[in-house]
């Protein structure tokens, strides 16, 4: 294992759609551990767990009821001592998932408060309405609908920024702080090696305003206290420890904020996740919508945050997918003919960054997203409100089915497609249905058929993640965006006391031209997804459908 996170890897894991060894048709704990030599392998670092504590799982797990035990479905405490301590011996870190923005409403600080205890209630946010029916501000929920929620015998309403059993946690109170230590020490002490923060950006709620011309994230995101929160977390927990990496995904931030969250000396934490990038076939901040993805914007977007991070000493989580995200082949690849070669050009990319990349699991399969074809295949809370409030809208239902077709969380959230066998060899095949289908093309995409194949998309993963730790120009490098306004192509150079890789990618699944490309003299190809070697000639540099290589001097 690497403890330097700027050669390390990390590997999501998202356990309730990974391995189900009991044939419940839920992927377990003990799943992860049979795992783990797929994952010694691919030579992933460390392993992102998404959470698995005791939770009614209306959010799968993100609505946390327990952060001291283990939910039952998912195993127990042994099986995650055992699970840590495997990793362990194979120089693997395990990465926990704290949601701290919000407890379930049947966490007990909630069912306490809810009691009427002053003590607890002081763990949230409860407000007076404006007036009679009228909730205290118009913010909206992330899932749709109001972010608040009436409570007839307080006469008041809870905040709830997510679903409405996920209340709010008020941090300005200093005992839901010290609380949240103490869950990251107990973490510790059993020897997690990291910490993923769940929409950590969000703890310092500014003002209960109106939002006139907005859902209400800019009274919350990166708020007044946000800094001083993160500080003082780093101080008393994973700050202590030199061991301990964390990561904090940012909603809706700013590059500015960010330069403090993830700067090597603010002390707040190692790296951030931000969704920019993410957001290119979104209409502004509208999720619902279907548009092109705007390359353009992508390209600005992402040299945007690697040369300014780098200018400011701050390190960013590089990565196209997670369990929130639809399939990256999907989205900005091609599932047809040339699946395998936009899979490898996409890994390409985000694997030559400044930065520590993410595989979610099954992207370096190059898994697609669902094919489902009616509403009732979806689980995903986000999806079926929003499926609702497209309806309530005026769409019809098969327009709001293809929106959602488009962007459901659920689509990175399908079993991880192991093998050929009935379930995908995520749950035996005698075993129950598995709790979301399985993909029917896991025929044809599967770890086991690619593990023997040198030419597959997992072997090249496997080829990026090693070539971050043998290449220093790659984990430490200056990044210098070029090609910039092209229409087709993705690339930069990244240099290094005296070493020098540049990396070349068509975007699009037709062949194209760059002109007044860099020479390549003195330069040997090191990764690339087409077999033959292909140079510039006199400057010119013709790309095949997706190509792309990684030259190195
Ligand atoms: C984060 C998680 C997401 C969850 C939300 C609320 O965005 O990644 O899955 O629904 O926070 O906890
Ligand atoms: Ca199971």
């Known amino acids: 294992m690497s403890t330097d996170f700027r050669k390390s890897t990390v590997y999501q894991i998202y356990p309730k759609s990974f391995c189900d060894t009991n044939g419940d048709g839920l992927g377990d704990l003990r799943g992860v551990i049979e795992k783990l030599d797929y994952i010694k392998e691919l030579g992933a670092d460390y392993i992102w767990l998404t959470p698995f504590f005791v939770s009614p799982q209306n959010d799968n797990g993100y609505d946390v009821e327990d952060y001291y035990q283990i939910d039952p479905r998912y195993g127990t405490m042994e099986d995650v001592e055992e699970l840590i301590a495997k990793a362990a011996e ?15 409403t049947r966490h007990q600080w909630f069912r306490r408060a809810m009691e009427g205890d002053p003590y607890y209630k002081e763990f949230f946010f409860f407000r007076r309405g404006r007036a009679k029916g009228q909730p205290p501000t118009n913010w909206e929920s992330k899932f749709g609908g109001s972010a608040w ?85 780093h101080d008393a ?55 092109p993805a705007d390359f353009q914007k992508l390209k600005s977007i992402v040299f945007q945050w690697q040369t300014g991070m780098a200018k400011h000493d701050a390190w960013n989580a590089v990565f196209w997918c997670n369990h929130d995200q639809p399939r990256v082949v999907s989205r900005f690849g091609s599932e047809g003919g040339y699946w395998k070669e936009s899979a490898k050009m996409l890994a390409t990319i985000v694997h030559c960054l400044r930065g520590t990349p993410y595989v979610y699991q099954g992207e370096e399969l190059g898994m697609t997203n669902a094919d489902f074809t009616e509403i009732s295949q979806f689980r ?67 770890a086991a058929a690619q593990l023997t194949d040198p030419d597959s998309v997992f072997h090249y993963y496997r080829r990026l993640i090693a070539l971050r730790k043998e290449l220093d120009v790659i984990s430490c490098g200056d990044i210098e965006p070029l090609a910039e306004h092209h229409p087709c192509i993705f690339a930069y150079r990244r240099t290094y006391e005296g070493h020098e890789l540049l990396v070349a990618a068509n975007f699009y699944g037709r062949s194209c031209q760059w002109k007044d490309a860099p020479d390549l003299i ?27 290589s990684v030259w190195y001097r």
């Open 90 to 104: 194979r120089g693997i870190g395990l990465m926990f998932d704290m949601v701290f923005n919000h407890v379930s």
């Open 237 to 291: 927990t994973f700050g202590t420890d030199d061991g301990i990496v964390t990561v904090g995904e940012m909603s809706s931030t700013s590059i500015e904020n960010c330069y403090r969250y993830a700067g090597r000396k603010t002390g707040e934490l190692s790296m951030v996740f931000s969704f920019h990038h993410l957001k290119v076939d979104f209409m502004g901040n509208e999720k619902w919508v279907l548009v």
């Open 380 to 446: 995903d809370v986000e999806s079926l409100n929003h499926y609702q409030i497209l309806q309530d809208k005026g769409l019809s239902a098969s327009d709001a089915l293809r929106i959602v077709q488009i962007h459901s969380r659920d689509n990175g959230r399908t079993p991880m497609q192991w093998d050929a066998s009935r379930y995908a060899g995520f749950t035996a095949e005698d075993g129950a249905e598995p709790w979301i289908g399985v993909n029917g093309n896991h025929d044809r995409i599967n």
């Open 149 to 233: 929620e009436y409570v007839e015998k307080f006469d008041e309403y809870y905040l709830h920024l997510f679903d409405v059993t996920q209340a709010d946690l008020n941090w300005d109170n200093e005992n839901v702080r010290r609380e949240v230590q103490k869950i990251v020490r107990f973490w510790m002490d059993k020897g997690v090696k990291g910490f993923r923060f769940d929409v950590v950006n969000l703890i310092s709620k500014a003002a209960f305003e109106d939002d006139e011309n907005g859902d209400g994230r800019r009274f919350y995101t990166d708020g007044p206290n946000i800094h001083r929160y993160l500080k003082e977390l």
């Open 522 to 548: 003195g330069f040997k190809r090191i990764i690339g997804n087409y077999r033959e070697e292909n140079r510039p000639e006199d400057g010119l540099w013709t790309f095949g459908p997706y190509e792309t």
